[in-house]
């Protein structure tokens, strides 16, 4: 599969995948993270993903991306899947 292309669009980055009918932005991918967790994680969870989002380039993105798995990846496997 080829790599999602980046489009930027009001502010945010759009993902575009090969398929037409499934187009979200980051911002709502990570939003619906929070849907997996329990409430009382979402503080704590908030802070692990925002390096993720907010990461210099696609290599520090990737790093805070496995910190995240290490962390919530065996109490919360569909969220990292996500």
């Known amino acids: 599969m ?11 980055e759009k993902v575009q995948s090969g398929a ?6 980051l911002i709502h991918l990570i939003r619906g993270s929070f849907r ?3 409430r009382k994680y979402w503080d704590e969870l908030s802070r692990d993903l925002k390096p993720i989002y ?5 290599d520090a993105a990737a790093d805070a991306l ?3 798995e290490e962390k919530w990846g065996s109490k919360y496997p569909a969220m ?3």
Do not use: C, F, M
């Not at 037409?20 to 932005?25: I, L, Q």
């Open 2 to 12: 080829p790599e999602p292309e980046k489009v930027p669009a009001g502010g945010q």
């Open 20 to 25: 037409k009918s499934g187009e979200a932005t």
């Open 36 to 38: 997996y967790a329990s």
């Open 54 to 58: 907010q990461g210099v380039n696609a």
């Open 66 to 68: 496995e910190d995240l």
């Open 80 to 82: 990292i899947r996500l």
